[in-house]
C-alpha cells in the first residue's frame, strides 16, 4: 500500500532563507505514518491502548533537494517490513514529480514497561497485508 499524506511547509519549519530545516522531515514521516495506520483501521493511540508502544530504533533520511515554505508537498509512506517484533516503514518526500527526500523508520513493539514484546496478531495481520 502506498499512502499518500499532502503537507504544507509552515513558517515555523523553516529557517533564515525559506528552506525546511532538516529536523522536521522525522516530524513529517511520523505524520505519514500515523495517517497510514488510520487508514489500514487504527491508531497510534488504539496500540497504546492496548498495552504497547511502537519504539523508533532507527531512522534514517536522504535529503536530495531543500523544501521551500510555503510549498506543497506529498509524502508517500509504506510498510517495507512487518514482522511480530520489528516494523520497517519506507518514505518519499515529493514536490510535484521531483524528489526531495527518501528515508525509513525502524520501530520495536515493546509493553508499558519498555521491554520488547510481540505486535498484537490483528494488527500484524494488517501490516503485513500491506507490506
Known amino acids: 500500500m502506498n499512502f499518500w499524506t499532502v503537507l504544507r ?3 515555523a519549519e523553516t529557517d533564515q532563507m525559506g528552506v525546511a530545516h532538516h529536523a ?3 516530524v513529517w514521516f511520523e505524520l ?3 495517517d497510514l495506520m488510520r487508514a489500514l483501521g487504527f491508531s497510534y493511540s488504539e496500540v497504546e491502548a492496548r498495552g504497547y508502544y511502537l519504539m523508533l ?3 534514517e533520511v536522504q535529503y536530495r533537494r ?3 515554505y510555503d510549498e506543497e508537498l506529498v509524502l508517500q509512506t509504506t510498510i517495507h517490513e512487518a514482522r511480530s517484533r520489528k516494523l520497517v516503514f519506507a518514505y518519499r518526500l515529493l514536490r510535484g514529480d521531483e524528489l526531495l527526500a527518501t528515508g525509513t ?3 520495536v513493539p515493546t509493553d508499558k514497561a519498555y521491554r520488547i514484546a510481540r505486535i498484537p496478531e490483528d494488527i500484524l495481520a494488517l501490516l503485513q ?3
Open 9 to 11: 511547509v509552515r513558517y
Open 24 to 26: 522536521n522531515y522525522p
Open 32 to 34: 505519514g505514518r500515523s
Open 57 to 59: 530504533s532507527g531512522l
Open 66 to 68: 531543500a523544501a521551500l
Open 105 to 107: 523508520t525502524t520501530h
Open 129 to 131: 497485508l500491506e507490506a
